[in-house]
C-alpha cells in the first residue's frame, strides 16, 4: 500500500473511528471510575462491619474484571451487548466490552490517587466539620487532581492499546487496520503506517497529559 | 468538581444522541463481513455500483479471523460474508446448530504448499516439519493435498468434518514414511512460519502466499487439484434472506463480467471466478 492510498482512503476513517471509540470510552469510563474509586476509598477506611463488606465485595468485582483477559471479555460480553440493543459485533458495540474494562481500570487508578491524599489534610476537613461527601468532592478528589490527571493519561494510552483487538468482532481501529491490512495481508508498509499513525496519537495524548498536569499541579 | 461532571454526563448525553440521529438515516443498510484478502478489495469495488443500482447502504465489515464472521451473521449483525468455502459453512452449521445458505458461488481460491528450503517434493528430509490450517475443514484440505502427494496416507474413519480436531491431527494420518512431523497453526501465521528453522511447507491459500513474497514458482511445491469446485468461495447468507431483493442484487453485481474481469486482473491466477 503506498502512503497516499493509506492517507486519503483509510486514515480518515480509521483514525476517527479509534477516537470515537476511546473517546466514548474515556468518558464513561472516568465517570463511572471516579465514582468507583471514590467509593472504594471511602470504604475502604471505614471501621462499620456492612461497609467493610461491601469494600470487600466491590473489591472483588473490580479484581475479577481486571483479571480478565481482555480478548475474552470481548466475547463474554457480547450477549450483554446485545442486550442493551447494540450490535455486538460492530464500531458500537466495541465500546462496551471496552468500557467495561475500563471501568475497574480506571477505578483503581482514582482509588490510588485518593490514597496518596496527605491523612492529615483529610482529618483537618473533618474536624472543620466536612460531611464525608463534602470531604470526598471538596478536599481529596481535588487534592488528588493531578495524580488523577497522570492517571486518565494513563488510562487513554491503554485504552488505544486495547482498542487494537477490535478487529476480532469486526469494528475498525487503527490498530485492527495494521493487523488487517499490515500482518495478515504482509504489507509492512500499511502496518508501519498505521503503526506510526498511533505512535504519533500516543505522544500527542501524552504531551496534552502533561500539559494538564501542570496545569492544576 | 461538579462542573466537570455534569461537563461529561452533557457529553456523554450528545454523543449518544448524535450517534442515534447517525443510525435513524433512511437508507437500508446492508452489512457484509469479510477478511482483508481477497474479500475487502472485491467489495470495495462493488460497493457504488451497488448502492446505486439499489439505493441501500453497503458497509464492509472486515474481521481478523476465521471464526467470527459466521457468528456475526448468525446473530444477524450481518446480512452476508465473503470468505469461506461451502466445506467451512457446513462445518459451522453443523457445530452450532445453524442454518446459513450459500447464496452464490464466488471464486476459487489456489491453495497449495510452499517452501523457503526446497523447491521438489522429493528434497524433503526425513523428520521435516510441516505447518497446515488448525480448523477443521481447512486441516482435511491440507492433509489431502499431503495424501495425494503420496507423503502421507489419511484415514478419517467414520470422523465427519466437523467433528476433526487439530488437536488429535496425528490419530488421522495412518502412514507417515518419512516422519513429517505435521503442525496445525492459525492460517494467516502459516506463511510466516516459512521463516522458522525446521518448517520446510506451508500449505496455504495462493493469496497469503503471494503476499508474503511466495509468488515465484520456485516456492510453490504442491498443488490443490479440485476439479468439482467443492472449496470454491461463497456469499453466504441466512437461509430465509436467499429470496430478498437486496441479495438478489448483490450476487447480480458480485457475479458480473465486470466483476470477475476485476478479480482475475488483481489477484491473477490465485483467484478464479467460478459461479457454478
Redesign the interface.
Known amino acids: 500500500m503506498s502512503l497516499k492510498t493509506y492517507i486519503t482512503e483509510y486514515l480518515g476513517k480509521y483514525l476517527l473511528t479509534t477516537l470515537e471509540m476511546v473517546g466514548i470510552t474515556l468518558l464513561i469510563g472516568a465517570v463511572i471510575g471516579t465514582i468507583l474509586g471514590s467509593l472504594l476509598y471511602i470504604t475502604r477506611k471505614s471501621k462499620k462491619k456492612w461497609v467493610q463488606v461491601l469494600y470487600k465485595v466491590l473489591d472483588f468485582i473490580v479484581g475479577l474484571i481486571r483479571s480478565f483477559p481482555f480478548y475474552i471479555l470481548i466475547f463474554v460480553l457480547l450477549p450483554f451487548t446485545r442486550l442493551l440493543g447494540l450490535r455486538a459485533m460492530s464500531n458500537e458495540g466495541f465500546i462496551v466490552p471496552l468500557t467495561i474494562a475500563a471501568i475497574p481500570f480506571i477505578g483503581k487508578i482514582i482509588e490510588g490517587s485518593l490514597i496518596e491524599v496527605n491523612e492529615g489534610v483529610v482529618e483537618a476537613a473533618t474536624s472543620l466539620g466536612l460531611s464525608p461527601w463534602q470531604i470526598i468532592t471538596r478536599v481529596v478528589l481535588r487534592e488528588a487532581l493531578p495524580s488523577i490527571v497522570s492517571g486518565i493519561t494513563l488510562s487513554l494510552i491503554t485504552l488505544i492499546g486495547y482498542s487494537a483487538m477490535s478487529g476480532a468482532v469486526g469494528a475498525d481501529s487503527l490498530g485492527s487496520f495494521a493487523y488487517n491490512f499490515g500482518m495478515i495481508s504482509y504489507d509492512t508498509a500499511a502496518m508501519l503506517y498505521a503503526v506510526g499513525t498511533i505512535v504519533i496519537l500516543v505522544v500527542l495524548v501524552q504531551t496534552i497529559g502533561n500539559f494538564i498536569y501542570k496545569l492544576v499541579k | 468538581?461538579?462542573k466537570y461532571?455534569t461537563f461529561?454526563?452533557s457529553?456523554?448525553s450528545l454523543?449518544s444522541i448524535s450517534?442515534l440521529a447517525s443510525c435513524s438515516g433512511s437508507k437500508k443498510t446492508i452489512?457484509v463481513?469479510t477478511?482483508?484478502?481477497p474479500g475487502?478489495p472485491i467489495l470495495k469495488h462493488i460497493e457504488k455500483e451497488y448502492e446505486d443500482k439499489t439505493g441501500y447502504n453497503l458497509e464492509i465489515?472486515?474481521?481478523?479471523?476465521f471464526a467470527?464472521?459466521n457468528?456475526?451473521l448468525a446473530?444477524g449483525?450481518?446480512q452476508a460474508n465473503l470468505f469461506q468455502h461451502k466445506p467451512f459453512l457446513d462445518t459451522y452449521n453443523e457445530n452450532n446448530k445453524t442454518d446459513l445458505a450459500s447464496a452464490a458461488i464466488m471464486y476459487d481460491c489456489a491453495y497449495g504448499g510452499y517452501s523457503k528450503k526446497i523447491s521438489n517434493l522429493s528434497d524433503l528430509p526425513e523428520g521435516a516439519k510441516i505447518t497446515i490450517a488448525n480448523d477443521g475443514s481447512n486441516m482435511k484440505r491440507c492433509l489431502d493435498i499431503l495424501d495425494a502427494e503420496g507423503l502421507i496416507k489419511v484415514d478419517y474413519g467414520t470422523t465427519a468434518t466437523a467433528d476433526l480436531n487439530p488437536d488429535t491431527v496425528n490419530s488421522y494420518i495412518v502412514e507417515n514414511s518419512k516422519n513429517l512431523v505435521i503442525s496445525p497453526i492459525a492460517t494467516?501465521l502459516i506463511?510466516?512460519s516459512l521463516d522458522e528453522k525446521d518448517v520446510y511447507i506451508g500449505i496455504v491459500n495462493a493469496t497469503?502466499a503471494i503476499?508474503?513474497?511466495l509468488g515465484s514458482s520456485s516456492n510453490l511445491v504442491c498443488q490443490e487439484q479440485d476439479p468439482t469446485h467443492k472449496n470454491a468461495n461463497i456469499l453466504a447468507c441466512k437461509t430465509e434472506d436467499l429470496k430478498e431483493d437486496w441479495l438478489t442484487a448483490l450476487v447480480e453485481v458480485l457475479t458480473s463480467k465486470e466483476t470477475d474481469a476485476f478479480i482475475t486482473s488483481t489477484f491473477g491466477s490465485t483467484i478464479t471466478p467460478y459461479h457454478g
Request: proline share 3%; net charge negative.
Open positions: 468538581m461538579k461532571v461529561a454526563l457529553a456523554i454523543l450517534g452489512y463481513g477478511m482483508s484478502q475487502e465489515q472486515l474481521f481478523t479471523d467470527t464472521p457468528n456475526a446473530q449483525e450481518i494467516n506463511a510466516a497469503f503476499n508474503a513474497g
